[in-house]
């Protein structure tokens, strides 16, 4: 049975079995995967995978089942659970699934890699980092290529099909220094071909120059409240945060967000332009669907500082009478500010380059704190030493009230479109 | 998992390591009273990786048959023949430990339905709302986990594990000053549910005191940022033994440019300080995640990484092993059967002193007493951190205000230099994952420390 198949017949099974509402998603995903270990290519990895998720509703009561397999029998048999799974649980008038919409077919990347060409880019990315940046250490990198063929149908006659391949790689490093080695970093980045060298990719040039400085790191001096020039791969981690505890399902439901009555009013700083763009071309990976069965659209959240949408799903928007999201969220893209980098960080009087987040989770009223990783010192608008052992404190909704700037250039990380952000505010102690 | 693994051993042409594996769990959760998720996971298959002149082939299939098999086998030993080809390295064999065979006996006896347990967390919810009304939102969530793996291995290592986890986490939430304070607490750990929950009213203890700690959490105050004297309640322990040193003395992360390679048998800590990465049994119990062989076949045995304040040794897989020249220690664990073995930890902790914990906060004249860990991090360079949800000040020997959700960081064997009580009371953290490039339950456990660390705060 092919996978529209299937899916097609497990759901007519869900419905045939006395499910009054219905929702099968099957995804088959191929994906082969390279990876370096401590300098060296050491695996390759080829994964072949199947995920069947059956949802039933009746009377109100909601289950659920995620199988990994794909042939009849299993999903004869899997009917039957999830209604029994049903069953058992309580009532909750929020269940439901999602409302017809015309049947779709979403195409986008490769059928297949190259694995000839992911291993001659590899090896380039390695011998170009040993020549311009002697002192990085590869402490592991994968580079993947998966290819994923997603089928969802609910029993409201939604019926989408999405094929969807790329590539995405992703870093881990240090630097030497001495006998050991610095703090490692991170990042990566997603793309549909293979067309440009991996070293030209993200931000990746960027922080192994940074890396390969050799400076020896050194707290921040002293305890003060500074500025922080945050870099666009800590900027996403920030913006999950700050989406996370204001305007998604957890603290909508829950009543407990800031943010839940200020929809079209100022939340952030008006410098802030911040839309979640799953379909926009610029975006390489993103997504067709959301989790919950709608075609996803584009969206902006943030337009200049106003709040222009919540990230709630089908399930929040009947809990709480707020609209639903028209997407799952992330595929950031913040509109590019003014000035460029430069001028930028000569306004900085006292604070740091944060180039990585290491902390607790945000409380629920966006308090955070953590250490200030791979980091920065800077005064007077130099970037002065780099920093160990220095910790950083504020509150995330404080932080992008206070942004004073938006650089011009972004990073392209393929599922992320994203600038340098300098905000106020922060406590810093080293 | 009804495959016999030992009739594929023919397919095998170089080294090789065959994995049939099926992971299991049932996710049950009311929030604010409303009952949102009923799902059970299951994940199964087959992974096979083959070892050749230094590089490794790994391929994986959902289908744990015959024709699964023999595609895995096949697709790994291709992609190790291909990389090899390319690569032309040479390498010696594997270290050949003793053939390992291990067979934990299967679950007899169904666990409760979904119905049951639905009632049952339906009751719990209905508890907490109906005692503490003044709470803005609750979530009462039951995550039961079961993991079945076969191993064959062309060494001839084979066997059948299983591994089981019941967990409940609660969660509260009130309103303070129009702002959410919250906190939440797992209970439960290894082996099975009705095991751990008995009765709804078992937990009820347990609530009211976390209830307690959300009252006084809702008037903390910001730590004072800066290196302080804290106490680190056993959970924390747990953690810093797990990010702090267990990390670092990973021996892929050795190899890496660790700050511990260049310490072996060095002082890294203060003589009080010993710690250990226990394979299935330890202090005469068994261990909150076990593991008798680990998904190379080897033996696991327990890792003794610091004692009496001295660096001794490093975790190991068998290609860690063979390059630094010592037995394998069994840490290469692999969490679904789409995964890579990796080195991992096992059941890390510190172990126990002969302080009293009430005599520690006792003697602290300024500090903090750090009770419940959440989320951590760690370094090469030994730095760690993890947030911290539930904490007192201390003055003058006792506990004073709460403080806010903070995190704690530092050098780790700069940290442990500075230990200076150990206390005989010692506490598993069961509900632990690790994530490194795979999630894995691990086990994370340790004592209360008296030591400095840098906290987070205002």
């Known amino acids: ?430 | 998992m009804n495959i016999d693994l030992s009739s594929f051993k023919s397919l095998f042409t170089d080294y090789t390591e065959l994995r049939c594996q099926e992971n299991n769990s049932l996710v049950i959760s009311f929030f604010k009273g409303n009952n949102t998720t009923n799902t059970r996971l299951s994940t199964s298959g087959v992974s096979a990786r083959v070892y050749k002149d230094g590089v490794w082939g790994f391929a994986s299939s959902p289908e744990a048959n015959a024709d699964g098999v023999k595609f895995v086998v096949t697709a790994a030993t291709d992609n190790a023949a291909f990389l090899a080809a390319k690569e032309r390295q040479s390498a010696p064999p594997l270290p050949r430990g003793a053939v390992v065979v291990h067979h934990d006996p299967p679950l007899t006896t169904p666990p409760p339905s979904p119905e049951q347990l639905v009632a049952f967390l339906q009751e719990i919810d209905r508890y907490i709302a109906g005692k503490y009304p003044n709470l803005a939102s609750r979530t009462v969530t039951l995550n039961r986990t079961e993991l079945k793996k076969a191993l064959l291995t062309s060494d001839g290592a084979s066997a059948f594990s299983l591994h089981t986890r019941s967990l409940i986490q609660i969660g509260l939430t009130v309103e303070h000053d129009g702002a959410p304070v919250s906190l939440q607490e797992v209970f439960g750990g290894r082996g099975r549910f009705e095991t751990h929950f008995p009765t709804p009213d078992t937990l009820y203890p347990q609530i009211d005191q976390l209830y307690e700690h959300l009252m006084r959490k809702r008037e903390g105050v910001y730590p004072t940022a800066g290196l302080k004297t804290c106490i680190l309640a056993p959970e924390l322990t747990g953690i810093l033994a797990h990010e702090a040193i267990g990390h670092t003395c990973e021996a892929d992360l050795v190899l890496g440019g660790s700050v511990a390679g260049t310490k072996l048998d060095q002082p890294v800590a203060s003589p009080l300080v010993s710690l250990v990465d226990f394979a299935h049994t330890a202090l005469g119990e068994a261990c909150p995640v076990p593991i008798y062989i680990d998904d190379e076949g080897t033996s696991a045995t327990d890792a003794l990484l610091i004692d009496h304040g001295i660096l001794k040794g490093f975790l190991h897989n068998k290609e860690t092993a063979r390059h630094f020249q010592v037995p394998p220690t069994g840490n290469a664990r692999a969490f679904r059967y789409s995964d890579e073995p990796l080195i991992r930890m096992r059941n890390t902790a510190i172990l126990p002193g002969k302080a009293s914990l009430d005599q520690m906060i006792a003697s602290l004249d300024d500090g903090y007493y750090l009770m419940r860990p959440s989320n951590g991090q760690a370094d090469a360079t030994s730095e760690f951190m993890f947030g911290v949800t539930l904490g007192y000040e201390v003055k003058n020997g006792r506990l004073g205000r709460a403080i806010k959700d903070t995190t704690i960081s530092g050098l780790a064997f700069q940290v442990l230099q500075t230990v200076n009580e150990v206390s005989r009371e010692f506490k598993w953290l069961s509900g632990g994952m690790c994530g490194k490039k795979q999630l894995i339950p691990v086990g994370l456990g340790g004592p209360a420390l008296k030591c400095q660390v840098m906290i987070g705060g205002r």
């Open chain 1, 1 to 430: 049975m092919s996978t529209k198949e299937l899916n097609t017949y497990a759901l007519h099974a869900l419905t045939q079995s006395g499910a009054e509402k219905a929702e099968a998603i099957l995804t088959r995903t191929e994906k082969t995967e390279m990876n370096l270990e401590n300098g060296a290519l050491k695996l390759i990895r080829t994964t072949v995978d199947h995920h069947l998720r059956l949802t039933a509703l009746q009377n109100q009561r909601r289950g659920s089942l995620l199988l990994n397999k794909s042939d009849r029998s299993v999903v004869d048999a899997a009917v039957q659970e999830v209604l029994a799974i049903a069953a058992a649980a309580a009532p909750d008038p929020a269940h439901d699934i999602a409302e017809y919409q015309p049947a779709k077919t979403f195409n986008k990347g490769g059928t297949a890699p190259d694995l000839d060409l992911m291993y001659q880019r590899f090896k380039t990315f390695t011998s170009e980092v040993a020549a311009e940046f002697p002192r990085i250490v590869l402490l592991n990198a994968h580079l993947d290529f998966t290819r994923q063929t997603t089928c969802f149908q609910n029993s409201n006659g939604v019926d989408f099909t999405v094929n969807q391949g790329g590539y995405r790689f992703a870093v881990t490093f240090s630097a030497q220094e001495g006998p050991g080695s610095s703090s490692f970093n991170h990042t990566g980045f997603f793309t549909l071909d293979l067309d440009e060298e991996l070293l030209n990719g993200g931000s990746l040039r960027i922080l192994l120059d940074q890396a390969n400085r050799g400076q020896t790191p050194r707290k921040s001096p002293g305890k003060f409240t500074g500025e922080v020039l945050i870099t666009p791969d800590c900027l996403e981690d920030f913006l999950h945060f700050l989406l996370e505890i204001t305007i998604s399902d957890g603290p909508l439901i829950a009543g407990t967000s800031p943010f839940r009555h200020s929809l079209n009013q100022l939340v952030v700083s008006p410098r802030l332009t911040l839309a979640c763009c799953p379909v926009a071309p610029e975006i390489s990976s993103g997504y067709f669907i959301t989790s919950d069965g709608y075609e996803a659209q584009n969206a902006t959240i943030f337009a200049n500082g106003v709040l222009k949408s919540f990230l709630l799903s089908q399930y929040g928007a009947r809990r709480t009478g707020l609209p639903r999201g028209a997407n799952d969220g992330g595929a950031f893209v913040v509109t590019p500010g003014d000035h460029p980098l430069t001028v930028i960080m000569k306004k900085v009087k006292k604070g740091l380059l944060l180039n990585r987040f290491s902390g607790g989770a945000p409380s629920p009223n966006g308090d955070f704190s953590g250490v200030a990783k791979n980091s920065f010192y800077i005064e007077d608008g130099k970037i002065q030493y780099p920093l160990s052992e220095t910790m950083i404190a504020g509150n995330l909704i404080s932080l992008f009230q206070s942004i004073a700037a938006v650089s011009r250039e972004r990073i392209d990380f393929g599922s992320a479109l994203l600038p340098w952000i300098h905000a106020h505010g922060v406590t810093i102690s080293g």
